[in-house]
């Protein structure tokens, strides 16, 4: 595993687990696999109820605690510094522990004009050491300089979508100069296209990897943090094997040029 540091000092792993769209009960399962293989860091959220199996998973997966970087993240109708508090409460209930390792806006969500309260009750929510990073997701370059110019704290992390049709450039040298990681969501593209492009199976070919394998691969080069989805046990296992190759520097550059304008999620600065 390769550990990143973020802007407090903290480390995390590099590659993690995600859990959106799955079931508690699979979630369950399926975290508790993750962690037989090796992943120790988990993502969930409230909007995915699933917060309960995954607690759950890690309790009974005999690796301690403070072994596993545990997000979550603050949905948008939870916004505003009271209901943000409420919310982050019943999130550590629901999780079964008493602190989160990184806690995460979900959403700017600038219609409604509340991530700043909201990120005020973040930062007191840090203070009190119930979450050891705060940072935020899916916000863009007028979003985040906006809650620059307020925030006492700077954002740990800019969780957005990122994968090889949609490399966001922009958006990642912003986060970096900010002091700001950058986590991709969606890493894989959701597998659909992505993975069966034929420069990917390619570059995996003359490295005996598989498509999924190049572009985490690549993801972990560029420097991001990454946390590729799957509930198949073989899927979870070789999403994990990617610590073995390299990347040259023709092949970053090969899929670099696949960028283009793949945005599968929703555009933050419309999404309300
Ligand atoms: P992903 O890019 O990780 O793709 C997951 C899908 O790819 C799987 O469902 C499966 O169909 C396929 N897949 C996975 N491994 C494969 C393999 N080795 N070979 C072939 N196919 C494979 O998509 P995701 O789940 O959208 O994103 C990952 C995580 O990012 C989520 O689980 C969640 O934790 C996070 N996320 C966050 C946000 C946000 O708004 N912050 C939004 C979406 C996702």
Redesign the pocket.
Known sequence: MQYVTLNNGLTMPQL???????PDDEAYASVKTAIEVGYRSI???RI?NNEEGTGRAIADSGVAREDIFL?T?LWNDDQGYDKALAAFDASLKRLGTDYVDLY?I??PTPAHDTYVDTWKALERILAEGRAKAIGV??FTPTTLERLLGEAEVTPAIN???L?PYFSQGRMRALNAEKGLLT??????????G??EDPALVEIGAAHGK????VVLRWHLQLGNVV??????P???R??FEVFDFELSAEEMERVASLDGDGR??PDPDEFN
Do not use: C, M
Not at 16 to 22: L, M, S
Not at 210 to 213: E, H, K, P, R
């Open positions: 993690g687990f995600g859990v959106w769209q799955v993502d969930t959220a995915y997000t993240k995460l979900h959403w997701s899916n969780q957005i979508e994968h986590e991709a969501w969606s890493p894989l593209g959701q597998g659909k992505l993975l598989s498509a999924a394998q946390i590729p989805k799957s509930v198949t073989a899927r979870i070789e999403n599968i999620g």
